[in-house]
């Protein structure tokens, strides 16, 4: 079967599609596997290359290829994408021989014991802790690999197994921390895997200590407004990293609180979980990855949570890890050599990135007739200003991110000019263009994005999170 007609638009709609639907649908649907030796590298994520061309086929000619009807490798596949423009890189073996399938086997064995969930000690609970044990033991032996390219020699970094006290608890973790800088689960930022009540998925979440001394002794934070306001500030400090696991990463998970009774504290506990979540990936029970790409998740979140421990992260070459930065698995990032891992977004990407969403509303609007003008640089607290011969006159906000866009930063400007008190005679609107793809030439140029609009847009006080506050000193009582 001929690959003549795939064109490079093609390619960009199959990678599209990979990326809307999650790697998991996306090869179950067209009958492909995974990617053994090649994949493509777009945007700083890792996509199966067979796969994306059998699905570029379609784009180009209305008929998908199967796996069977076509060759792979260096002479079709990898030939027909970098004649196109694309980046075909090897899959990294230094990641594929570690775990030798024990990391992947031991995280499902852990989410099958939560159908016989006890807070007692238990035939499955002991089990349940000895798979968690597996885990963490690959996870150790494998960190060497992985923390390498951090050049960090000061950080320790520690695995231990948590999720039982006196009784077992429904959500088990396994914890990847400095203790120099988060000496116990209660405080400071760590990575960590946490296991659903119900089984039905787990998470690598970079996390922070959800517990305080309280009344004697340490107890679950009861205001969830302060840990979501750090995990807020925390993506503040990552947001200049550019990374395919923060573009694939989600800021909400859902531990899926146990069905039997627990006590307040535990139930508690496990929200507080949810609001402390930085960033996550999540791997669903009877699909998880095998253990090339979970060691390069792992690998690709390490940076993040190096950053938040006050280290740079990686630039140049020393951004290229051993393991992958991650690719999507369930909808998630990237591997290997090559890997963006640790580039951080320069002003002229960031401009970019903002003139792409800001074409993308303003074509948005005209198209429904609407005329429109440019504001944004008169900081007004909006970004077009948009009038209509029946719908009167229109403030709209943009917002271009490459995450999912699950969350945006608005400025005090910004929230200022939507509040009622504020009395604009305007209606407001928000367009939010997400999964916007970046390809760093001499200049960068922005592609593909996912459309979100808001409007009529009203800003709910509880749905801001406060980051940071100006406090403004009083008179001092000694000025020595």
Known sequence: ????????????????????????????????????????????????????????????????????????????????????????????SDLTDLGDGRLSASLERVLQAASAYSSTDTPAMTARTAAARDCAEVIRESLSALTGPLDKPDLYWRTEVGGRRADYSPVPWIRISSPDHSPHATEGFYLVYLFAADGSRVYLSLNQGTSEFRAGKMRPVNDARRLEGKAAQARRSLDDMDLGVVAAGHIAIDLHGPSQPVGAESLRRIRNYQHANVWSLEY????????????????????????????????????????????PAAGNPPRGGGNRQGRQLDAATRTAIEKFAEDQAEAYWRGRGWEVTRVGHLKRGYDLECGHPEHGELHVEVKGTQTAGEEVVLTPNEVRHNQ??????????????????????????CSGGRRQVFWPWTIAAEALTPTEYAYRLPTPSDTR
Not at 23 to 49: I, P, Q
């Open 1 to 92: 079967m001929t690959l003549v007609e795939v064109t490079r638009d093609a390619v960009l709609a199959a990678i599209k599609e990979y990326d809307d639907g999650g790697r998991r649908t996306f090869l179950h649907k067209y009958g492909f596997g995974e990617a053994r030796e090649y994949e493509l590298l777009h945007d700083g994520r890792r996509y199966d290359s067979k796969a994306i061309v059998g699905v570029a086929h379609r784009y180009a000619t209305g008929v998908a290829l199967r796996s069977g009807e076509f060759t792979g490798g260096v002479q079709s596949v990898v030939r027909l994408l970098e004649r196109l423009g694309f980046e075909v890189v090897q899959r990294s």
């Open 420 to 445: 009622p008190e504020n009395d604009c005679p305007a209606q407001h609107a928000l367009f939010v263009v997400t999964h916007i793809a970046v390809e760093r030439e001499d200049v960068p140029r």
């Open 284 to 327: 669903l029970a009877g699909t998880i990855p095998d253990d090339a790409r979970l060691l390069a998740d792992l690998s690709a979140m390490l940076p993040l949570l190096s950053r938040l421990y006050g280290n740079p992260p990686p630039t140049g070459k020393d951004a290229q890890p051993t393991g992958d930065p991650r690719q």
